[in-house]
């Protein structure tokens, strides 16, 4: 196959399930955000939610890219909600999720709960990031920038690691011939969110990307559509963000939408178009426009 149709979408913050917080709970960060949820819940609208995926399903992509921030509290009731939620978007194999800060709330000393979304953060059933799918054309290279941290901070950590890891899998995927499609929750461009919310080695992740380059970079976490660029060794390489999939219209910020992206391999290089469909007042998703890519690598 030299071309995919991908759909991307981001920060669904699902609805919580009836659930009992333990007295640790109420002196940690769990307490806090338990109370931004009741400003937050009249935002974050499942109604919008289901028709956003109602949308996506009926334009068929061949895969489904999700960055993150499926839950709100980093609970066993949500990791298990979220599960059967992703279930019901899709096979595994044809749904990447990529963990948000929100999926990482607190210090996961008790083991991690992320295991159970195992199938759909990579081929691999276990193994450390990134985790690398190929579909089609396209290595979906999967980083996790999902770390805890403290109250009043958002930000995110790849890690020394992880980065140097990339840095090998952007090299092998691009003798290969393949279309990288990196994938992680928080913003990679300097400036795209507040110091607060931001991550913290997005320097170093820049200087990987500089010196190895890749095709596209997709994120979520700002719940805004962000069009950005960041250096690389062939020139500019996009970076695309998307709003909260559950934002209502006429609410705090943007509303609703995704991307479809249909990436195609030519001889002279790589193509991508970019579709965005949005959440309308009426409650459906109607197109926002459509444009295309530059592809610096040939």
Known sequence: MSQIRLAHFSDPHLAPPPMKLGLADAVS????????????????????????????????????VLTGDLTNFSTHEEYDQARAWLAGLGPAGDVTVSPGNHDALID???G????????????????P?????LRGPVALINLSSAVPTALHLAQGKLGAEQIARLAQVLRETRASGLYRLVLLHHPVAEGAVSRRKSLTDALELRAVLAAEGAELVLHGHAHESLVTRIAGPDGPIPVLGVPSASAAP???????RWHELAIARTEA??????????????????PLGAYRLRSARR
Request: without cysteine; proline residues 5%; positive net charge.
């Open 250 to 256: 006429g609410g705090h910020g943007e509303a609703a």
């Open 129 to 133: 990031f990134p985790r690398v799918r």
């Open 269 to 286: 290089g790589f193509t991508t178009r970019v579709s965005a469909r949005g959440a309308t007042a009426d409650g459906e998703f109607a």
């Open 29 to 64: 960060k769990r307490a806090l955000s338990r109370i931004a949820w009741r400003r937050k819940s009249k935002v974050h609208r499942p109604e919008v939610l289901a028709a956003l995926v109602a949308d996506v399903k009926a334009h068929a992509p061949d895969h489904i």
């Open 108 to 110: 996961r000393r008790a």
């Open 112 to 127: 991690d709960p992320l295991a159970a979304w195992a199938d759909w953060l990579g081929d691999e059933a276990t193994g």
